[in-house]
């Protein structure tokens, strides 16, 4: 099966660091597509993901998978080892919840604000719009706080146990780094979970 993903995009870096704690990244076939370089926006690539957009996974069937929360399902039920999803109905539920909350209000929070405060995403955010950017901005601190309140009595983000919900906090706190802001340096809890994942090796 092949992977195409970009290098450093936080979208395709979830499903990786996901194969990565899993011990089966040499599983797949990586090919790099640059979103940069518009490589995405090709006629034969939209023929593997109609929205333009990494990571997409292609089995060896043919069946495409373009969301990167479902590539990983799909990964958790072949590799079963280490589960990262739920291994029972009260797990699931946990580590669904928390992990949708850390994309929806975290992730993709900030990425609002990185798309359209950035001059480096004009051609991708069009057009760029300076109160999306702001409001975006402050709904991201807001919840990196709430994060930290959450860490404060939690060793990890659900279920007491590693979790993609981890890996998906994880990409974010380092994607960050294109506002130049580093969240896991000002909050003392996300911080202490930040050394604990990067001593886990998985972002490689
Ligand atoms: N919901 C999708 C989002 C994928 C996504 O937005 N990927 C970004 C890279 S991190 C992308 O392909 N951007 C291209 C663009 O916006 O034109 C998923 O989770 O896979």
Redesign the pocket.
Known sequence: MKLYH?PL???????IFFLRAKGKLEAVDLEE?Q?MK?E??TDEYRDI?P??????LVLDDGTKI??????CTYFDNIFPEPNLMGADAKEKALIEMWDRRV?LMFFLQF?TWF?NAHPA?AP??VPQSAESAAKAEKAARRMAVKIDEHLADNEYMAAGRFSIADITLYVTCG?CRVMKWAPHKELANLGRWHEAMTARGFAG
């Open positions: 970009s995009a936080p979208n395709p870096d979830r499903v597509i979103i518009l995405h926006k993901s929205f333009a957009q990494v990571p997409a373009t969301e990167s929360r479902a590539i994309e990425a798309r995403m991708l955010e994607f």
